[in-house]
């Protein structure tokens, strides 16, 4: 959640709830609805960090409510972020979140991000195919470990295709 907000902010001075809303319409029913305290204590956190700093606004009929923006901490830390690839993939995962942001924010190009992650990918499966071949054939369990993580790797990169396709 807070490299996602950093990514947010990276687009300009917010509070806590219209990034919630932000994330809501980015991401829609395919991720969990962000719970708002969440976030509030995230913001929290990442400015005691110095990643981001918070101003109060004075409003005349309502509370004061305080917008974030982004340090130069903040922005390496998502630019940093932006770079890495991602190890586990699922639904609710930062590269799927990294390919969210990167068109809305224009802070990465999403082929990019699908290349690296395809590049990922295939080493992962390198890797575990010389596993399963160090591994001892009587025992059937680290096989079928190796062999399901090998389709789920298959299975994830013909959805990076698909991806890449659809977003060309």
């Known amino acids: 959640m807070r490299l996602a907000l950093l990514a947010l902010l990276a687009r300009g001075p ?13 991401l829609g029913v395919a991720y969990p609805q962000p719970n708002v305290g969440q976030i509030y204590v995230t913001l929290g956190r990442l400015e005691k960090a110095g990643l981001i700093e918070g101003e109060e606004i004075t409003q005349s009929s309502r509370p004061n409510k305080k917008t974030y923006r982004l340090t130069d901490a903040g922005r390496e830390a998502v630019d940093a972020w932006f770079e890495e690839t991602s190890d586990e993939p699922r639904v609710r995962d930062e590269f799927f979140m990294k390919l969210a942001l990167a068109a809305s924010s224009g802070l990465a190009d999403h082929l990019t991000l699908i290349n690296r992650q395809r590049r990922q990918y295939l080493n992962s499966m390198r890797e575990l195919s010389r596993l399963s071949a160090s591994e001892d054939r009587d025992n059937r369990i680290p096989q079928l470990l190796i062999e399901g993580a090998m ?5 994830d990169l013909d ?6 396709e659809e977003l060309e």
């Open 159 to 164: 959805w990076l295709e698909r991806c890449q």
């Open 151 to 155: 389709l789920h790797l298959q299975a």
């Open 14 to 26: 917010a509070h806590g709830y219209e990034l919630k809303l932000e994330l809501e319409k980015l």
